[in-house]
């Protein structure tokens, strides 16, 4: 098959692959951004007027993003904040972002026909994508192509989650504040990764003010920023879930940039490993909270 979607139970997911190719919901988002001439909602507007992720989502609509002069948000988890850019015109006589499109990590894609996120939508704007590229040509464009041109043109951003379930509340508190105290508001220049091709270069807790209605968001996650010794980025970022009496679930978000062509094979795991082996040392998971893998 040239196209592999799939949806959950009331449809608001989709997850897309392709014959030797699974598109990450980051991806897919830069993607459809990236070719919105396809989609009938956009290419009837002159393309989308405004795109958001999720803070935890990977980096890659942004750079699709200002390479195409659309404006872009980092928001909060949470589709409230994808709904107020959708309404800025509308509720709050502010600037028109519409059409919009907006995704999360989670498998969550959305524009601005419906306030949520509609994974029927993004099946077929894939399909509308998969159409395009097939226009005219001698030989079958697959997903994997379409993939594959996208991480020349812009690079790849690898990415992975790693989750620890069922941690002890107190334990995932003091790792968070271990970042805080050590990183955030220390120097990060003192820190040891121990790895000799990648150091931490900074740290921060993302905060959101909302443009639209000016409301504020606070301790949303915290972020480690790496850079690896040929320039590229990467960061690793946490949060904590369901901290209450049964246990927290510890959020670990890694993301590498990789401009190298001849790297983008690479399995994101094999690609993230020494990443991930420094962000678990600094923050000390293992010690704090006894867990050895996620």
């Not at 935890?56 to 872009?72: N, Y």
């Not at 601005?112 to 993004?122: F, N």
């Not at 420094?278 to 867990?291: D, Y």
Request: hydrophobic share 35%.
């Amino acid at each position: 098959p040239s196209l592999g979607a799939a949806n959950d139970g009331d449809g608001d997911r989709n997850l897309i692959a392709g014959a030797g190719c699974f598109v990450t919901p980051s991806d897919s988002l830069a993607l459809i951004c990236d070719n919105w001439e396809a989609i009938p909602h956009f290419a009837e507007a002159g393309g989308p007027k405004g795109v958001a992720r999720s803070m935890p989502s990977s980096a890659a609509l942004d750079v699709v993003a200002e390479a195409r002069g659309i404006p872009h948000f980092s928001t909060p988890t949470g589709w409230k904040f994808f709904g107020n850019l959708m309404c800025s015109k509308e509720m709050f006589d502010k600037t028109d972002y519409t059409p919009f499109l907006c995704g999360e990590e989670s498998f969550g894609t959305g524009s601005d026909h419906i306030r949520e996120k509609d994974g029927l939508w993004a099946v077929l704007a894939w399909m509308s994508i998969l159409m395009k590229a097939n226009e005219n040509v001698d030989e079958w464009v697959t997903v994997k192509d379409i993939v594959s041109k996208h991480w020349a043109k812009y690079g790849r951003h690898f990415y992975c989650r790693y989750d620890y379930e069922a941690v002890d509340s107190d334990a995932a508190n003091k790792m968070m504040d271990l970042i805080r105290a050590n990183f955030v508001d220390g120097d990060c220049s003192e820190a040891s990764t121990d790895c000799s091709d990648i150091k931490l270069v900074g740290a921060e807790e993302f905060g959101y003010t909302d443009p639209v209605d000016g409301s504020q968001t606070s301790k949303q996650g915290l972020t480690l920023s790496f850079e690896y010794a040929n320039g590229d980025t990467a960061r690793a970022v946490f949060r904590l879930s369901g901290t209450g009496s049964a246990g927290a679930t510890i959020r670990m978000y890694l993301e590498k940039y990789e401009k190298d062509e001849t790297k983008h094979d690479q399995a994101a795991p094999s690609a993230l490993k020494g990443l991930a082996d420094a962000a678990i040392k600094l923050v000390k998971i293992e010690e704090l909270t006894g867990r050895d893998s996620p």
